[in-house]
Structures are given as C-alpha cells and as structure tokens.
C-alpha cells in the first residue's frame, strides 16, 4: 500500500515563531487532506488540498502532486496550536484514506 | 449542524470479552469510515461504508472484529473477544461521497482491554 511520512515527527516551538511540516507519499493520489488533533484527541479537518496553495488565517498549505509531497505552514504559532498534525492522502475508486504518521507539535508560551 | 456522534466515551473491559461502539454521522452523509487509532499513532482505516454497503473493509481483523451500518445511517462496531492489543481510541468519522469531501471525526471511544 501506499506510504506517507511525515515530518518531523516532533517539534517544539516558542510562541510566535514560524514553521513548516512535511508530508512525503509513494504514489499518486486523488485528494490530500491536513488534520489536527488537538490534545484531547478531537481531529479537526484544516484544509482539502490535491494540488496547489491554499491560506487559512495563519495556516497556509502546498501540495506538488507531481513530486508527491504536500507542506503545512504555521506562522505566528500559538499554544492553541498544540498538538499532532496529520496529513490523510485518498486513492482509489472509493477515495480510501490512509493517515501519515503525524507531527508532534507543542507551542510553549 | 449536528457532528458525529460515537458512544460511550469510554470502556474497560477484560480480555476474551466482547465490546461494542455506536456512530451517529452527519445527516446526509453517505460514507462512514472506523479507524483504530493506537497509542502514539495516526488512524488507521478499519472499514469504510457507502451508504449501507462495505467499500473497504481489507484491514479489518474479521476474526474478531464485526461492523454493520443499519439502513445506511448508524453504524456499530464490535469486537468479540477482545484482545490486549485492541486497547485503542476508535474513531468514527463521515463525509458527503466517497471523495471524502465535508470529512467531519467524531470524539471517539477510547476503549481499554486488561
């Protein structure tokens, strides 16, 4: 099956500085998607992205399908951005997702 | 709008004992998906429902693990009988069609076998 690594797998930062997760795949895919799981394990869906550049507030994300690997930028992290960021990549006729193998990110005041 | 609702939050049970966990999804939401999520882990997809059929059930230990989606809305999971290693969160997540667009999680149970 297909193969997605992430990026680092920990990461601690001061509040307010920058930094950019990575996630790698081993073959094409249809859709990729970036989650969060905060620290009481509630996953929440940040961005659909298959290919391009998209912005949310201080999140942007890239995805260069042609080189499997997609990018999560945070900029001016907060402590509210704790926890494990996973990206999620679907193939397939029924879009089967498979998860990455997250980053551990803590945000310390 | 509602979310996806999963019960009970929590479970202890003993080994060789059976278990069962319960998703409500979002109304209108044709896919259901279970995921096991271990300890240290991202999910990994038990099995994966289009309405009320199986469209991927390939990493689902069918010895002891069961699930059934009723009339194409609920969905329950079983496990029987449960072993150590099945200690786990199990997460229960549904989307609008099968290219996961609208993918909402539920909380999960978390469920712990001694």
């Known amino acids: 099956g297909i193969q997605v690594e992430q990026s680092p797998p920990d990461l601690i930062l001061q509040e307010g500085a920058n930094s950019t997760l990575r996630c790698n795949f081993s073959d094409s895919v249809n859709n990729l998607q970036w989650f969060h799981q905060n620290p009481w394990g509630q996953l929440i869906n940040l961005f659909y992205?298959?290919?391009g550049t998209k912005q949310n507030g201080r999140l942007s994300a890239t995805t260069v399908a042609t080189e499997r690997y997609s990018l999560l930028y945070i900029s001016s992290s907060q402590t509210t951005d704790s926890g494990v960021y996973f990206c999620a990549v679907e193939r397939g006729g029924y879009q089967k997702v498979t998860f990455g193998t997250g980053t551990k990110l803590q945000v310390i005041p | 709008e509602a979310g996806v609702a999963q019960s009970p939050r929590y479970k202890i049970i003993e080994k060789r004992q059976s278990v069962a966990f319960w998703c409500n999804p979002i109304?209108?939401?044709?896919?259901l998906y279970w995921y096991q999520q271990i300890l240290g882990q991202g999910p990994k997809l038990l099995i994966q429902?289009?309405?009320?059929?199986?469209?991927?059930d390939s990493q689902l230990p069918k010895d002891r693990f069961s699930a059934e989606r009723l009339k194409g809305v609920d969905s329950t999971l079983k496990i029987q009988p449960a072993k150590l290693e099945d200690s786990a969160v199990y997460l229960c997540a549904s989307s609008f069609g099968a290219r996961g667009y609208g993918y909402t999680f539920g909380s999960g149970t978390r469920l712990t076998v001694v």
């Open positions: 992205i298959p290919s």
């Open positions: 109304s209108g939401h044709a896919t």
């Open positions: 429902f289009q309405n009320n059929g199986v469209v991927d």
